[in-house]
């Protein structure tokens, strides 16, 4: 899918079969997130990796935006690395001096990510780092940032996620990957919020199963 994703991920390799026979090795980084906690695993071992910052409080329950968005996917798939961000933005809202500015570069040299679109599809110019990110935009990012081929195998489906849906894909093979579980009503929930601990599961599970896959 992308070559340069598929790259940083295969040189993570070997790096991730080490990381993940590890046991999680602090114990209580965040005064909110604790043991018993569904997420709790995932938010301890994303702080041992550096792709959350070790602070008094994770805030579970928030939403999270795009730009923090990017900055967890670009820091899970070690897309920092060696990178240098362009002088010149690429998004009119996203200007140099932003503490997400890299990260958000990086994720468009990656293919990551795209700004938004007009109704004609023209790209607007525009990123919106500070609009809350959907479940099935998350998924979108993920997919692509993982580089994950397509599986559209019906395993199972979600009665919120219907063929058509430009999410339908992306959605699809982040359940077959392992990445999403959805909800126990059987529902998706494509346009809910994705919260902080959401995203540190489904950035967990992506990065072990990239592992697996990209070590075989």
Known sequence: MKKAVKRVITSLTVFFITLFTLQVVFAGTFGDVVPGDWYYDA????????????????????????????????????????????????????????????????????????????????????????????????????????????????????????????????VTTAYNYHLFDGYGNGYFGPNDNITRAQMAKVTFQGMKEAEVRFSK
């Open 43 to 170: 938010v301890e071992q994303l702080a041992v990796d550096g792709v959350f910052d070790a602070k008094d409080q994770f805030r579970p329950n928030d939403t999270v935006n795009r730009a923090e968005l990017v900055k967890i996917v670009m820091l899970a798939i070690d897309g920092m690395r060696n990178f240098e961000a362009p002088e010149a933005p690429t998004f009119k809202d996203v200007p140099k001096d932003a503490w997400y500015y890299d990260y958000v570069e990086a994720a468009v040299s990656f293919d990551v990510i795209d700004g938004y679109a007009d109704k004609n599809g023209n790209p607007t110019g525009y990123f919106g780092p500070g609009d809350k990110v959907t479940r099935s935009q998350a998924a979108k990012i993920l997919v692509e940032a993982f580089a994950y081929p397509d599986n559209l195998n019906i395993i199972f489906s979600f009665a919120d996620v219907n063929r058509g849906d430009w999410f339908y894909e992306y």
